[in-house]
């Protein structure tokens, strides 16, 4: 029913820029929705959210600065704009989404999840 698939991933060199892209389909609302990232035998990590309104906003403290994430209004796509990335953001990334507001960097909160999309850096 509900299905969520992420793009955009790849390999860039350091300092360069990737945009990400996540639909959700098999839901006329707009849900909360985030990016996560994970690597090889390490937790799942935060990356940003959106409420499902567009109006909150958050971003690791990594990702702060260099990240942006945005959605069409009353819509489930979201993009994330990556730049001057570095070889540490390389990672799985995952789009999630979920019905519900708050807790947002709580991956375990969120209702569904995209395949994943890799990205790798290199220096």
């Known amino acids: 029913q509900v299905h969520v698939v992420e793009s955009g991933g790849g390999l860039v060199q350091a300092g360069g820029s990737l945009n990400l892209s996540c639909s959700v389909s098999?839901?006329?609302?707009?849900?909360?929705m985030g990016w996560f990232r994970q690597v090889q035998g390490k937790e799942r990590e935060f990356v940003s959210c959106?409420?499902?309104?567009?109006?909150?906003?958050f971003y690791s403290d990594s990702a702060k600065g260099r990240f942006a994430i945005s959605r069409a209004n009353s819509t489930n796509v979201i993009s994330l704009q990556m730049n001057s990335l570095k070889p540490e953001d390389s990672a799985v990334y995952y789009c999630?989404?979920?019905?519900?507001?708050?807790?947002?960097?709580?991956?375990?909160?969120?209702?569904?999840w995209g395949q994943g999309t890799q990205v790798t850096v290199s220096s």
């Open positions: 999630a989404a979920k019905w519900n507001s708050g807790t947002y960097e709580r991956p375990t909160t969120y209702d569904y």
């Open positions: 098999g839901t006329s609302s707009s849900w909360s």
């Open positions: 959106i409420s499902g309104n567009g109006v909150l906003i």
